[in-house]
């Protein structure tokens, strides 16, 4: 059972208490300004914490908040997640299947924007079944997004893409962990909800498809697949059992950590029959106190993902305790008047805690309640309330570049080499899902667009 810590009090108050925060998000924008990797956000994170030692009355509560933020079941969950996936993600990058779709692609003029706006449906329809965005990533970046590089489309936008189609998922999936939360809290009926937000997330999805067919840059394909030492070799086909595996068993509500292991095992025995792969090349202990092989090689790879994940789930004990979640409650009672200000302070509110916690489910559930009590008041819909709970997140916290949604794919396509590389602060800008519910939130609120669906 999760233990509460005591509550963390700062010096010179609320600009105590933000102090981490603010240094957090300078030294965000400076990583990004220098277009970083994702360790520019582990020094970023790094520095909010111990810089909230200066303000903290009390060092003992501040260190019990960082240890409380890092017992949380998500932190281990995502951790555990990242490691599997990058392992998964290497046996597939390094067995030669990616070029061998990658020239078959070509071959069939499928390249550029067209592979792009592909990989968008095909993500958003992976998502929507499966019911996790991060999980999504971990089963589709692997293949999809070198192959779309190799293909002829610019490496942020092929990220782009991936990232909206999983945000589509999130948004409207009926098993989502979001999804279900925003009807839960508001006591809205599961089929309903989704049925009231396709009035917002088709728009949205419908606009990102658009834009990536305008928009999306495009690169020499041929060019990349010579780069990638690429060629066709049917043979490595076989190592597609990774991620079909992994999506048949997230489909059957297997768990994702579980899901993943069995990728691995499946892809290590399928690499191994066919002659793919060589126990060799898979684990080596050469000499010399030291280890080879694409296993290891996936692990050690999420060393800077890891620590980041590290610092931001702590940095989330420190600000639990020292009473966010209470502040942002508080700043939703007090501007929450009539329909329009109420609906403007559930995003504005929603939005921030999303940005801040990382997890939308974590910001819906703490604000649920509320929002509840003061949507009846205003005379908010119950399931207007809960597609703006979930739309909400579904934009803020997937537009923030140090959350899972920018970090985790940003060090996915990393594995890849240089030119794949894509920085976290660069995502929010492709994410054309995100983008485009956050016009069709503020239209609707200015309108009163999906204020009145059916139901109570």
């Known amino acids: ?86 392992v998964s993600g290497k046996l597939i990058s390094a067995s030669g299947v990616v070029q061998t779709i990658a020239a078959y692609a070509v071959e069939a003029g499928f390249t550029g924007r067209f592979f792009a706006a592909a990989a968008f449906l095909i993500t958003c329809l992976l998502a929507f079944a499966t019911g996790t965005s991060v ?52 006591h809205a009926d599961l089929g309903t909800v989704v049925k009231t937000r396709t009035r917002y997330s088709l728009p949205a999805a419908a606009g990102a498809l658009v834009l990536f067919l305008l928009f999306t840059r495009t690169t020499d394909e041929n060019a990349a697949i010579a780069a990638a030492g690429g060629g066709a070799d049917p043979v490595s086909l076989v190592m597609l059992v990774v991620p079909v595996v992994i999506i048949i068993l997230c489909m059957m509500k297997k768990h ?109 559930v703490a604000l649920g309640d509320l929002v509840s009590e003061i949507g009846e008041k205003a005379g908010l819909n119950r399931y207007r309330r809960a597609n703006l709970l979930d739309c909400t997140g579904c934009v803020f916290c997937f537009l923030a570049p140090w959350t899972v949604h920018c970090v985790i794919p940003a060090q996915q396509s990393a594995q890849f080499g240089e030119g794949f590389a894509v920085a976290p602060a660069s995502v929010p800008f492709v994410n054309y899902y995100s983008l485009c519910m956050l016009v069709i939130l503020l239209v609707s609120i200015l309108t009163g667009y999906g204020r009145k669906p059916s139901g109570n």
């Open 1 to 86: 059972m999760e233990r509460k810590a005591e509550k963390v009090e700062f010096r010179f108050g609320k600009i105590g208490k933000l102090a981490p925060l603010a240094v957090a998000a300078a030294m965000i924008g400076w990583a990004a300004f220098g277009q970083s990797n994702v360790n520019g956000y582990v020094l970023a994170f790094f520095a909010a914490l111990v810089t909230g030692i200066i303000f903290a009355k009390d060092e003992k509560a501040y260190g019990e908040a960082l240890v409380y933020g890092l017992g949380k079941p998500m932190f281990g969950v995502i951790v555990l997640a990242v490691i599997l996936a990058a």
């Open 135 to 186: 999980g999504t990533y971990f089963v589709v970046i692997p293949i999809l997004f070198p192959v779309g590089v190799m293909a002829g489309t610019a490496p942020e936008f092929m990220i782009g893409a991936i990232v909206s189609g999983a945000a589509f998922g999130d948004n409207l999936g009926p098993i989502s962990d979001t999804t279900i939360a925003s009807s839960a809290t508001q």
């Open 256 to 364: 994702l950590i579980t899901a993943l292991s069995w990728g691995i095992l499946a892809g290590t025995a399928a690499g191994l029959l066919s002659g793919v792969y060589t126990v060799d090349e898979l684990i080596s202990f050469p000499g010399g106190f030291s280890v080879s092989g694409a296993v290891i090689e996936g692990i050690t790879g999420t060393a800077g993902t890891v620590a980041m994940l590290v610092m931001v789930f702590a940095l989330l004990g420190v600000l639990e305790c020292g009473g966010l979640f209470e502040d942002v409650r508080g700043l939703l009672e007090r501007f929450a008047k009539k329909e329009r200000s109420t609906e403007a302070a559930i995003v504005l509110s929603v939005g921030i805690l999303s940005m801040v916690t990382g997890v939308i489910s974590v910001a819906i």
